[in-house]
Every structure is written in C-alpha cells, then in structure tokens.
Nanobody, 126 residues
Framework: QVQLAESGGGLVQAGGSLRLSCAAS????????MGWFRQAPGKEREFVAH????????YYAYSVKGRFTISRDNARNTEYLQMNSLKPEDTAVYYC???????????????????WGQGTQVTVSS
C-alpha cells in the first residue's frame, strides 16, 4: 500500500515556474514507477510525465517536453515535477501516481497506475 500527497501548487503568471512535490508513505517507494497527470475543468485526465523506479528513464507528454522535468529522491520517498515557462493552458489539478509496473510500456495510460494522490491545483494567469 502506498499513500501519496501532492504539494506545491498555486497561482503563477505565465512564464513563471512552480515545483510540485509528491510525498509517498511506506517503505517500498523504490519499487514503484511514478507519474504525473493533470485534469483541466471539463477535460479528461491526461498524462504529463513518468519516471522509472530508479530514476534512470523519464518520459514526457509532447505538450510539456522541454519545459517540465520529472525527478525523484528515493531517499526521501518523494517525486518532483519542476514546471518552467508555464502557460495558461497548463492550468489544471495535478495528480501524482504510482505503479508497480516498472517497464516503459503504456506509461501514459491512466489504468496502469495503482495509487493516486488527491491532487494539487495549478493556475497560470495570462
């Protein structure tokens, strides 16, 4: 069992930066690959980024590639999402997620993740 708690959301102007954190409970954090998803009002939840359990490999949605960076600190049981050059269209509730499957297959698919946080709101003003 893994419990996830996001933090770091807020209101920022376009072009600004935010860093989201996701703290995981439990002693098996290193067994899980991690991801970030987001959901804007009236839209479906979408993939943002994924990182393997060791932190060796990371994958991004096309819309955020080059602006967002996913990372993890296994000693602190924490995952991060550094978001730079934010745009109004990045406004959404951001969720972290964990999955036991550590291969790169289907990392963007919501149903492959086993645990989810409650989400943190990110609002980017124009």
């Amino acid at each position: 069992q893994v419990q996830l708690a996001e933090s770091g959301g807020g209101l920022v102007q376009a072009g600004g930066s935010l860093r989201l954190s996701c703290a995981a409970s439990g002693r098996t954090f290193t067994s899980y690959a991690m991801g970030w998803f987001r959901q804007a009002p009236g839209k479906e939840r979408e993939f943002v980024a994924h990182i393997t359990s060791s932190g060796t490999n990371a994958y991004y949605a096309y819309s955020v590639k080059g602006r967002f960076t996913i990372s993890r600190d296994n000693a602190r049981n924490t995952e991060y999402l550094q978001m730079n050059s934010l745009k109004p269209e990045d406004t959404a509730v951001y969720y972290c997620a964990a999955r036991r499957q550590d291969s790169s297959a289907s990392y963007s698919r919501i149903e492959t993740y086993d645990y989810w946080g409650q989400g943190t709101q990110v609002t980017v003003s124009s």
